[in-house]
Every structure is written in C-alpha cells, then in structure tokens.
C-alpha cells in the first residue's frame, strides 16, 4: 500500500489529545509532516510543561504510522515550546497564530553547517570559517549544536564555564574574534550526555535565545551529523539565511549529504551550497596529490542537485594539528594554501550577502 498524506492524516486523527481532548491533527499538535515512498516524518510539537504527558502520545501515533504499512520508516519526534500558548492548527480554512522560525535579535544571517554523516569535518568547516569571516571583519558568532559531540571548544581553543552573572542570560566566549558558544562548555568533557528529546530542544532553544549574542553579522551554527531533531528545531525556531552541506567525496558520503539536503529543502532551509572536504590528499613531506577518498563527488552532486560548489578542502595534515591545537589554519597558518580555501570560502558568503 503506498500511503498517501491523507492516510497518515486519517491513521493520526484516531490518536487523542490528552489536554484537548481532540485529536491531535484537530489540536494542531502534529507539524513539518512530511510522507515519502520510503519514510514518514512528522513533529510533535507540545507545551515545555507538558512534554512528559506526551511521550506515549508520540508513541502511539508513530505506531498507528507504522501500522498503515509495516515497510515505510517512520520518524516522529517531540519538541517543545516553554510558555504554553495554543499551538497552530494544520486545518484548512482556519487561521492559524503566525508562529515559525524568528530571528535572533541583533543576529543579520544564520548559517548552518551540516553534513550527513559524521566525521566529514563539519566542525573543522565551521571553525575555519567563522575565524575566516572574523579576519575579514566580519562580527561572527559560532553555536556549537552538535549536541553528541561537541568539538569546537577545543577547535577554537577555549574551556571554562560561561558566565551568567543574572540566572537568565547566558554571557558567551570569546577567542580568534570569534564570540561562541558550545554545551561542550556546560557539561563535563569526559561525561557523556544523554539527551531526552524535550531535554534536547530546551538546550538548543536556550543557546538560541539566551545566550548575549550581542550585534552579529553571521552565526554559524554546527549541527550534529545526520537528519535528527536538532536540525528541525533549528530550522522551526530560528530563522535561517542558509545551510552549506559538508561532505567527502565517496559515494556513501554522498548519499547521506544528499538526505541532509532533502531535508532542509523540506524544511524551506535554503541551501548556500556544497563543501568537498579531504578533497585531495596532499602529502606533507613530498607535496604529492593523491585522492584518497575519490575526487569531484560532490562537484557532480552539487551539480545534479543544482546547488553551487563553494570549496574544495585538501586533506592535509596541518588542518588537524591546527583543529587539535585550538587554532584553526586560517589562525595558525594564514598563509598557506590550505587556509585559502576556507578565505575564499569566506569571501564568496561575504561577497553573495550571507555573511
Ligand atoms: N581537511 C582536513 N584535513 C585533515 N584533517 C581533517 C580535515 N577535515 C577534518 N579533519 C579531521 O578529521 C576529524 C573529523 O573532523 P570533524 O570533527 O571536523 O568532523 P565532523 O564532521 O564535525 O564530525 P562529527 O560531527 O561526527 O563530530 C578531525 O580530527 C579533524 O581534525
């Protein structure tokens, strides 16, 4: 059975609303349905105090989803809203509150950096190019939401916890003229964090809105790897310029930037373009060119999805070293051909008024 809209709306209109006593289409709790060939996705999105109440809720409509067709994935996640306020309702004809991604105050454009699958150097990506956009000028501030695995305090050197001098605002670091932001700095290194959706969505949306950004001209924003809910809420909550794609250029890389891309065009993220990372391999003792992980993958990925290919990253050993030390190339070694590729990347953001 190929299921359509309709029939995933008609299979979650038999679950109730515990608080309305709707169902949950009819409470507009149910958002960003999308239904594929192959998956079904949807949000679930609840009131912060209610989250608790509502996981079995979420349980039972992503099994009455898979109860329509045992073969179709279903991805359903929970995300929550802290001040209760009645939610949008998904019926035609009825007007719903205007509620979708807002700005950051003082922030003028958002940039996610995202890739499919992890490893790709994303995070090295992000670094490199928000110390880029600072050498140039620019007021670049860096959130670090890649919640599994946070990486930028030690990309970009810093460590210590973030004050909040008032218990609201949260007053962020600052190095390589970079202002950011990470939960690494929140939780301990060596701990590992196990997040509760709800949980999740409320650290996000609190790096988001309380954390004194100050006046930005760009916040980059490090997603974790893949298509989860972190990148959903991010694109629901605040109101993004743009998403870049990294990837490298093996097909199984390929494959998963692609669904990333899939996603954000289902999300209305539009996408800035593509990044080819360890692109060449470029041996530091001889200077010899090899492509270890193949070569111009994502210039014909880029090319079929009509997306711009904005750079092409070698793979060289003084871009981990740098990464690991907590200063990117383009800070440590601002000369060398391996940071121009990030500088150009920057001039092209900055030139086409993203950044
Ligand atoms: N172009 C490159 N040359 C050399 N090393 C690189 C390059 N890009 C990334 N690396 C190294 O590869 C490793 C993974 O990179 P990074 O952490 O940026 O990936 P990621 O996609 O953000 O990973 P994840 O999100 O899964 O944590 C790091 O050790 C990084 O220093």
Known sequence: MTLTRETVLAALKSI???ISGNDIIEAGLVRALTVEPEQVRFVLEVSGSAAAEYEDVLNRAKEAVENLDSTQSVSAVMTSHSTPKTPPDLKPNHRAEPKGPEPIPGVNNIIAIASGKGGVGKSTVASNLACALAAKGRKVGLLDADVYGPSQPRMLGVSGRPASPDGKTI???RNHGVTMMSLGLMTNEDQAVVWRGPMLMGALQQMLGQVQWGALDVLIVDLPPGTGDVQMTLAQKAKLTGAIVVSTPQDVALLDARK??????QLG???LGMIENMSTHICSACGHEEHVFGHGGVNAEA?????????EIPLHIDI??????????VVSKAGSSQASAFLSLADQLIETGVA
């Open 260 to 265: 990333g891309i899939d996603m954000f065009n």
């Open 303 to 311: 090319a079929k999805l009509g997306v711009p290919l904005l750079a």
């Open 320 to 329: 981990r070293l740098a990464a690991d030390g907590g200063a990117p190339i």
């Open 16 to 18: 109730e609303d515990p």
């Open 171 to 173: 007053l962020p670091m």
């Open 269 to 271: 993220t539009p996408i």
